[in-house]
């Protein structure tokens, strides 16, 4: 802007040359006239750089070496496509960009990667926290043993445990060196106030050195197999023996008392030869086992493929009604002959004004058999079972979802009308076309155009309807005896989230999978659909 | 970036406590004088939207006492554990975590808590208390309350209660009521409420050891098992029980004075007396000749095996949550019965006093990490039951015991 408005002025005395010298000057023009939209710009790329140096300093501070360059590269395609004269596209688009990055891309990637490990519950970190949880949680206290008021000490970098043993006398230990009576010391009841060679820690240093206080191991004696003193808290202390060993060359536990011998499996365990297993485990690749999971494990494959089914019918019958209901009224509302159609038009677009599970759990209200609205006020007193009976469910999924989904369909519809043009119609007319004949041969193919691209994505959406189905029936009424927790209204996403988080144990690997299984259906039909869909155009 | 801005802050925190660390370890240690810097620790406790104020207090408090700063973050009841679990490994957890023994199982099983060490305070406490939070023989957590649900009575309607389940829905319906008694079902099933009728029956859901914890051997299943489900389908062709009932319901018919009895825990009760109510709470009828045993509760602190706080955060847990005053105080803004003996001594309340004498017979809800496949089966199960779906109760009750132990075996 500035330089074409400056433009005329310097243009003028060289007319043959108008193209490279505003150029050449504009490179040079911010040093020269400094406008508030560069400051703004300036302002603006300083904040997002300070913003990212931070992230790149904290990531770096947690070894995230994955988030250090990828905030790199991100600042240095945000700093380039700014400040270059030639990245005009760029501006507009790099933030986009970004974001699809982080939000879209990310995800489906970190998905991907979790569907082919065994992440859930038992295997939810890494080997080396597996390792050290199974030695804290297999240290058992020695039975019996005295609770000791214990001093921390240190010896320069060295950490030292003492106590006061009942005679009185300071024993004093660090964890090479076992627990000795030391002369000398002075102690203040059963702590100890000073030992010659330790320095006797305040709460202040041990509050600086917390883990490696917690780590402290004093043998008790030279023979190591009567334990070893530690302190959880910094003042008491008890004396404690482990019960499995981890051998680091051989990367095995070895039970103590049985010599049972624990050895890596391939699903992340620590696991005997008769198959016991020390827990937790760790995160695994497991190939494609989680993918497979639905057709190889029978107890998944019955009702999966049950579930599949009523997926599709749901999908699709959801789209048909919600769309057929939605047309219907907006060519009645279309009719110039109707009165107050304004009206009834904004009385329509309620349902769709009202957030869909808020709309669900109040219809599962109103259908409750005992005190429901339906039953109760509308059918007199009935006790019809509109939650609990298989049919009866489906049904009311489908009414509950027609309620929520046909103002979407009447909007698109009532706008699709308005666009068509009305000269066409008339001449239809002329030809003798009657009303059904317009309706067949001109309308629905010219409307069709404009709305088949949003009732395939109707369908999609349907298709992972989680919140109707979560909020109305839960998926119930659950198949009887069944071996795994499903019920009859269940789609494909409600089935994973029962599967893999409500049946007890978290299986976030097998939930990835299902989950990039029904990217993979919706992604083909939508695929397929918007190719028949150009053949509408062409008419 | 999503995930980048909570690890951002753990970041920063990390960056400024490793800097604050390095700058004071480079002092020379010998000299103790210069070397003592007011003890400032903070520690983050992740409390839920129930209990975090009744924690607000103690955090006050405890900073006074000793200088270390308690951050309480709320958390929602519902993400509260799973976030717990999956934040642990990934260092960006709390260092200690308020929620009900029932968890131990599974943050044991995922290796995201430290074990406690209570030594002889343990002796202060209810044994069930502490036997909750035991897992394998280690103790986990550390208890602060109990609670546990009972037959509580509307006095207005019935003054006397017979000593069986049969007789009280008899008696119940001379009330002139809608309902002779109500448990609240709703139509995922509720075996929580349900368990004192079955245990009734002599059908515990795992068998215990000698010392009163779980093997994770299940017991619901056997004659008496089926015996129960036979119960259960008859109340539910009678319409004492109904799947249509849930919690809220359950409640409002109560305070409607729609039914003399309900079956419920403290945290309704309190709703009844606030309204003005004059209630008794009274342990379970037995329906099945047994005892009535109603699942125990027992709400405490677990430490984060992951916390770089070790030392201040089993200091808090184990020294000072242990404490009677601490016990007074959370007694007093939560209104359940403590954990230490000593404050338990102390409630005057009848209400209370009601529950915890119901609870006396109770047994620990197990907290092995079997339990988690246990609930939905068992609901869904029950509810077809009362619903009347399965016609076959004794079938069906065998069939949920075999899907039970087929998703434990995974």
């Not at chain 1, 408005?5 to 060289?14: C, D, F, I, V, Y």
């Not at chain 1, 006239?33 to 990212?52: M, N, Q, R, S, T």
């Not at chain 1, 507009?92 to 979790?114: E, K, R």
């Not at chain 2, 389908?233 to 319901?249: C, H, I, Q, S, T």
Request: with cysteine; aromatic share 10%.
């Amino acid at each position: 802007m500035s330089t074409q408005q400056t433009e005329p002025a310097t243009a003028g005395p060289e007319p043959r040359t108008p193209a490279p010298e505003p150029r050449r000057r504009s490179v040079t023009s911010h040093a020269r006239d400094i406008k508030p939209g560069f400051v703004v710009k300036l302002v603006l790329v300083a904040l997002v750089d300070a913003l990212g140096l931070y992230g790149i300093l904290a990531a770096a501070a947690v070894q995230s070496w994955g988030i250090v360059v990828f905030l790199v590269l991100a600042l240095v395609a945000v700093n380039w496509v700014y400040f270059s004269r030639r990245m005009l596209p760029g501006k507009y688009l790099v933030p986009g960009l970004l974001f699809l990055l982080v939000y879209q891309l990310f995800v489906m990637a970190y998905t991907g990667y979790v569907s082919f490990t065994n992440y859930g519950d038992g295997h939810n970190s890494t080997k080396a926290d597996a390792i050290s949880a199974i030695q804290v949680q297999t240290e058992r206290r020695v039975e019996g043993s005295p609770t000791y008021p214990v001093t921390v000490l240190s010896r320069g970098e060295e950490l030292g445990l003492g106590i006061v043993d009942e005679d009185g006398d300071v024993r004093v230990g660090t964890p090479e060196q076992p627990l000795e009576t030391v002369d000398g010391a002075q102690a203040d009841g059963d702590r100890i106030t000073d030992v010659e060679g330790f320095e006797v820690l305040g709460l202040a240093q041990i509050a600086q050195r917390q883990g490696e206080i917690t780590e402290l191991r004093v043998p008790v004696s030279d023979d190591a197999s009567e334990g070893s003193l530690r302190t959880q808290d910094g003042s008491t202390g008890y004396v404690y023996t482990p019960s499995v060993a981890y051998d680091e060359a051989a990367d095995t536990f070895t039970d103590l008392e049985t010599g049972t011998v624990y050895t890596p499996s391939r699903y992340g365990t620590f696991t005997a030869e008769d198959g016991s297993r020390l827990t937790p485990g760790w995160r695994v690749g497991v190939g494609f086992e989680n993918y497979t999971a639905m057709f190889s494990d029978s107890r998944l494959s019955g009702p999966f493929f049950t579930i599949l089914a009523w997926t599709f019918a749901f999908a699709i019958l959801s789209v048909v009604t919600t769309f057929g209901l939605g047309l219907f009224l907006a060519i009645v509302f279309n009719d110039p002959r109707v009165r107050g159609r304004r009206f009834y038009r904004s009385l329509l677009i309620l349902p769709y004004a009202f957030p869909g599970f808020l709309a669900a759990l109040v219809w599962r209200g109103m259908l409750n058999p005992r005190f429901g609205f339906i039953n109760e006020v509308l059918l007199g007193g009935a006790d019809v079972p509109w939650l609990t009976d298989p049919w009866l469910a489906k049904l009311s999924i489908l009414l509950v979802n027609l309620w929520l989904g046909f103002p979407y369909m009447f909007l698109v519809c009532t706008g699709a009308l308005q666009a068509i043009p009305s000269d066409v119609i008339e001449s239809a007319r002329m030809d003798g076309a009657g009303a059904f004949r317009v309706f067949r041969s001109m309308t629905l193919p010219l409307l069709m155009i404009s709305v088949a691209p949003l009732l395939i994505s109707s369908f999609a959406f349907n298709f992972n309807n989680f919140t109707l189905i979560y909020m109305l029936t839960g998926g119930g009424p659950n198949f009887e005896s069944s071996p795994v927790l499903v019920g009859h209204t269940d789609i494909l996403i409600s089935m994973v989230y029962a599967v893999a988080f409500e049946s007890g144990v978290k299986q976030y690997g097998l939930a990835s999978a299902v989950s990039i299984l029904i990217f993979v259906i919706v992604g083909a039909i939508s695929y397929a659909a918007f190719r028949r869909t150009k053949t509408l155009e062409e008419l | 970036m999503r995930r980048s801005i909570p690890l951002v802050a753990a970041a920063l925190g990390v960056t400024l406590t490793l800097s604050a660390c390095s700058g004071s370890s480079d002092e020379p240690t010998g000299d103790a004088s210069s070397a003592a810097p007011e003890l400032t620790g903070t520690l983050t406790v992740w409390v839920d939207e129930t209990r975090i104020d009744s924690f607000k207090p103690v955090a006050e408090s405890y900073q006074e006492e000793t200088g270390v700063q308690l951050d309480l973050v709320q958390k929602a009841s519902g993400d509260i554990r799973t976030d717990f679990v999956t934040q642990v490994p990934t260092g960006e957890g709390p260092d200690v975590v308020i929620g009900a023994h029932d968890w131990t199982g599974e943050f044991v099983n995922n290796g995201v808590v430290a074990p406690v060490e209570l030594g002889d305070k343990a002796g202060d406490f209810a044994e069930s208390a502490i036997t909750a939070f035991a897992y394998d023989g280690k103790q986990y957590g550390v208890p602060y309350a109990i609670e546990n649900i009972a037959l509580v009575r509307n006095d207005a309607l019935l003054t006397e209660t017979p000593a069986t389940f049969d007789e009280l829905v008899a008696q119940g319906r001379t009330a002139g009521t809608p309902f002779p008694v109500v448990i609240q079902q709703g139509d995922q099933g509720d075996a929580y409420h349900l368990y004192p009728l079955q245990t009734s029956f002599g059908a515990p859901v795992f068998a215990q050891a000698a010392d009163g914890s779980y093997t994770p051997e299940l017991a619901l299943g056997g004659e008496a098992g089926t015996a129960f489900a036979a119960y259960l389908a008859k109340l539910g062709a009678e319409k004492v029980l109904d799947p249509a009932v849930d919690g809220d319901k359950a409640k409002q018919a109560f305070l409607d004075g729609q039914t003399p009895y309900i079956v419920t825990g403290p945290w309704y009760a309190e709703a009844f007396v606030e309204a003005g109510m004059d209630i008794t709470v009274l342990p379970v009828p037995s329906a099945g000749g047994e005892e009535a045993k109603p699942f125990v509760g027992v709400q405490g602190a677990f430490i984060s095996a992951k916390t770089e706080n070790s030392v201040l955060a089993n200091d808090f847990v184990t020294n000072y949550l242990t404490t009677e005053e601490i016990q007074d105080e959370l007694y007093a803004t939560g209104g359940r019965v403590p954990a230490l003996t000593a404050s338990a001594d102390k409630i005057d309340d009848e209400v209370l006093a009601g529950f915890n004498e119901a609870g006396a017979t109770g047994a620990p809800m197990p907290s092995l990490p079997e339990m988690g496949s246990v609930w939905s089966f068992w609901g869904t199960t029950e509810v077809q039951l009362i619903g009347g779906q399965a016609t076959d109760p004794a079938g069906a009750w065998t069939a949920m015991v075999t899907n039970i132990q087929g998703a434990i075996d995974g």
